[in-house]
C-alpha cells in the first residue's frame, strides 16, 4: 500500500497560479505512475493530469492543457502539479492517486491508491 497526502490548495482569484504537491510513503514511488483527478459535490471523479513512472510521458485533460503542469521528484517521493491561468471552473477537491503500472493507460480503475484531497477554489 502507498499513503498519500496532498498540499498546496487554497482560494485565489481567476488568473492566478497554485501548484499542489503529493508526497508518497510506504510504496517504491519512482516505479508508478501518479495522477491527479478533481471532483465537485455531485459529479464524477474527472481526470485532470498523469506521469509515467520516470516523467518522460505526462497526459492531460483537454480542459487544463496548456495551463497545468504535472511533474515528479522521484528523489523526494513527490509529484506536482503546476496550474497556472485558474479559472472558476477548476474549483474542486484535488486528489492525488498512484497507479498500478509505470504508465497510464486512461482509465481511474488502474489507480489503487488516493490521498483525501487538497481543495482549490478559483473566484471570479
Known amino acids: 500500500q502507498v499513503q498519500l497526502v496532498e498540499s498546496g490548495g487554497g482560494l485565489v482569484q481567476t488568473g492566478y497560479s497554485l501548484r499542489l504537491s503529493c508526497t508518497a510513503s510506504g510504496r517504491t514511488f519512482s516505479s508508478y505512475a501518479m495522477g491527479w483527478f478533481r471532483q465537485n459535490p455531485g459529479k464524477e471523479r474527472e481526470f485532470v493530469a498523469a506521469?509515467?513512472?520516470?516523467?518522460?510521458?505526462?497526459y492531460y485533460a483537454d480542459s487544463v492543457k496548456g495551463r497545468f503542469t504535472i511533474s515528479r521528484d522521484n528523489a523526494k517521493n513527490t509529484v506536482y502539479l503546476q496550474m497556472n491561468s485558474l479559472k472558476p471552473e477548476d474549483t474542486a477537491v484535488y486528489y492525488c492517486?498512484?497507479?498500478?503500472?509505470?504508465?497510464?493507460?486512461?482509465?481511474?480503475?488502474?489507480?489503487?491508491?488516493w490521498g483525501q484531497g487538497t481543495q482549490v477554489t478559483v473566484s471570479s
Open positions: 492517486a498512484a497507479g498500478s503500472g509505470r504508465y497510464y493507460h486512461g482509465t481511474s480503475a488502474e489507480f489503487g491508491s
Open positions: 506521469i509515467s513512472w520516470s516523467g518522460s510521458n505526462t
